[in-house]
Nanobody, 120 residues
Framework: VQLQASGGGLVQAGESLRLSCAAS????????MGWFRQAPGKEREWVST????????AYADSVKGRFTISRDFGKNTVSLQMNDLKPEDTAVYFC??????????????WGQGTLVTVSS
């Protein structure tokens, strides 16, 4: 079972990036898929989730209106379109998966992370 995140890079403030996460080894169709990030010296924080049930999306206040999560259930992928990037968005971004029926807030599977650096 593997989650592979990609798409990170170095951009200037105001620019855009699109992160992708490909799941392999099993189907994640019945999983909620999320993006998290960890900035240098800070704790990991939740960014966004795309749920299995209801196909709903949710965003942290810090990215609402700038980031858009999308998902292709057939291809087992989840993406994060990040627009109007700010230096404070600089972090390693991780994709993660949690079975939709889980009552825990903890995610079961994690990708290796992709670095996003936003220069001012």
């Amino acid at each position: 079972v593997q989650l592979q995140a990609s798409g990170g890079g170095l951009v200037q403030a105001g620019e855009s990036l699109r992160l992708s996460c490909a799941a392999s080894g099993r189907s994640f169709s019945r999983y909620d898929m999320g993006w998290f990030r960890q900035a240098p010296g800070k704790e990991r924080e939740w960014v966004s989730t795309f749920t299995f049930r209801g196909r709903t999306t949710a965003y942290a206040d810090s990215v609402k209106g700038r980031f858009t999560i999308s998902r292709d259930f057939g291809k087992n992928t989840v993406s994060l379109q990040m627009n109007d990037l700010k230096p404070e968005d600089t972090a390693v971004y991780f994709c993660a998966a949690k079975h939709f029926s889980s009552s825990s807030k903890e995610y079961d599977y994690w990708g290796q992370g992709t670095l996003v650096t936003v220069s001012s």
